[in-house]
């Protein structure tokens, strides 16, 4: 398990190198923010290996792309507070090559993504080489999954999300998930028993939210709050996890080792959605998320400080301490004001401007 850790610390690292060292090209298909390119595709075409792409808000949804070598795609954020506020939304994302090592550690963050970041695929369902060092980070997405092919060994870390359908971990070698909302949506695997997972600090929230159909997975500090359908398990561990009306309160399943779950409390979230709603939204709707509910924690909450590291249970705690309201943006520099100092100038004169910026940590 250290090991498995490591590689995952080293790949978080060499995804976040993409993001600071690199030529950036902007993309917008929106008229009122003129940008490089007008479409994704057509910016990552002309970049190289390390560069990154920013593709702007905007009221229009962009057309699928594919990444096909090491890249950082950037959008504002899963639901950004600044300038227009619009997301950057796109159906699919197929991440691709058939040339091994073309597309290790890309980095996919603050997009909204209404179907799939399918990892070693193609379009029409070609199956490429294997694709190490995926970094996803706070996008508003309704699936991940890897190409179905019992060769692909992909490495994927997932973290301060928002999922509202599945991320899949058949066909990866190692999957680390954390400080992520699943808003009825679930890890799930399928035929492959390869994967080494780990799922750490998530909120699993809602009817369709109980893993279902996963192996050698690790699950700590997770809260699950009225999850049903929880599946087959082989080979799974339970460490300090809060549950509260779910149909499995005990988290016991055959084959799996549970230990330390607070049962059946309620987690005293500040505003959960009304009973039997459960946060059913999606990304092409997020906007219910933030304004019908506020699932962060009350100072009351049984969750609070009660995780393995002494940090909270659920997306509050770990590592990130990810709060999804006010870190919904890319984690990248945003400018907050602009003033011109002395807006009548003589000839030759020189145009005064301060502005300040904050980076969205």
């Not at 993409?18 to 057509?42: D, L």
């Not at 973290?159 to 680390?176: H, M, P, W, Y």
Request: with cysteine; charged share 5%.
């Amino acid at each position: 398990m250290k090991t498995f850790f490591s590689t995952l610390a080293l790949l978080a690292c060499l995804s976040y190198s993409t993001v600071s060292n690199a030529t950036v090209r902007t993309v917008s298909n929106w008229a009122n923010i003129p940008a490089q390119f007008n479409n994704v595709q057509s910016a990552i075409d002309a970049s190289v290996a390390g560069d990154t792409v920013y593709v702007h808000g905007s009221p229009n949804v962009y057309s699928n792309f594919v990444i096909d070598r090491r890249l950082a795609i950037i959008g504002p954020g899963y639901f950004p507070q600044f300038q227009n506020q619009n997301r950057a939304e796109v159906s699919q994302i197929f991440i691709f090559s058939t040339t091994p090592g073309a597309v290790n550690n890309v980095a996919i963050i603050g997009m909204n993504i209404t179907s799939q970041i399918r990892v070693g695929a193609n379009a029409v369902g070609s199956v490429g080489a294997p694709v190490e060092g995926l970094f996803v980070s706070r996008n508003a997405c309704s699936s991940i999954s890897g190409a179905v092919s019992s060769n692909i060994t992909s490495s994927l870390i997932a973290e301060q999300n928002v999922i509202f359908g599945s991320i899949n971990t058949d066909n990866f070698a190692s999957v680390l998930v954390t400080n992520t909302f699943f808003s009825n949506g679930r890890i799930t695997s399928g035929s492959q028993t390869d994967a080494n997972t780990v799922v750490s600090n998530c909120l699993f929230y809602g009817n369709s939210s109980g893993p279902n159909n996963i192996t050698n997975t690790i699950f700590t500090n997770n809260i699950f709050y009225r999850c049903n359908n929880f599946g087959a398990q082989t080979g799974c561990t339970y460490n300090r996890n809060l549950t509260f009306a779910t149909d499995n309160n005990t988290l016991t399943f055959v084959g799996a080792t549970t230990s330390n779950t607070i049962v059946n409390t309620d987690p005293l979230f500040v505003t959960p959605f009304p009973v039997g709603v459960y946060g059913n939204t999606a990304p092409s709707s997020i906007l219910p998320f933030f304004n019908d509910a506020n699932l962060l924690l009350q100072a009351s909450s049984p969750a609070i400080n009660q995780g393995t590291d002494n940090t909270d249970i659920g997306p509050t705690g770990g590592s990130t301490n990810f709060n999804y309201r006010t870190q919904s943006m890319s984690p990248i520099p945003q400018m907050v004001s602009l003033l011109i100092n002395n807006s009548t100038l003589p000839q030759n004169g020189t145009l005064n401007i301060q502005f300040s910026g904050q980076r969205q940590n």
